[in-house]
């Protein structure tokens, strides 16, 4: 579901349960990340980084425009999904599916330099996630490429 068009980072913020708290810090804080729970507003799918990066090339143009973010010193990919998602996502060693209860350290929507983490693709405030279904063919799709 598309929300009304907010800036990136307000709409992000609404994840934590203080959101003027995760926003100020952003503000604040510009090249940081901060600490968001998992099943409100988004949960996530957790894979490597080089299989992430193959699964963004198997999206659709407009797939590719749902966030995603990247963690260098773990060297892993998340793509956000909608909350309590779980159900239609199976059980995968590759691709993990992370939701309510779990926390994520997140970076603010503006950090798209690439070092430690930062965004392949930023939030755009209108609350555009990825569909499960969609992912899991470009999963398979990117398996079947390696």
Partial sequence: MLL???TPVEWLAQADPDP?????????HPNEIAMLPLG?????VKTGLT??????????VTERRCPCFVNLDLGT????????????WPADADAEYLGEG???WVPVPTRVRRDGTYW???????????EPQSLQV??????GAS
């Fill in 20 to 28: 003027e708290h995760a926003f100020n810090w952003w503000v604040q």
């Fill in 138 to 143: 470009a999963l398979t799709a990117a398996r």
């Fill in 51 to 60: 299989l992430g990066q193959r699964i963004l090339m198997h999206l659709t």
């Fill in 120 to 130: 392949a693709q930023a939030p755009d405030g209108t609350g555009l996630l990825h």
């Fill in 40 to 44: 409100s507003l988004f949960d996530v």
């Fill in 4 to 6: 009304p068009k907010a």
């Fill in 77 to 88: 990919m998340y793509f956000l999904v909608p909350p309590n998602s779980a159900a239609s």
């Fill in 102 to 104: 779990m926390w994520l």
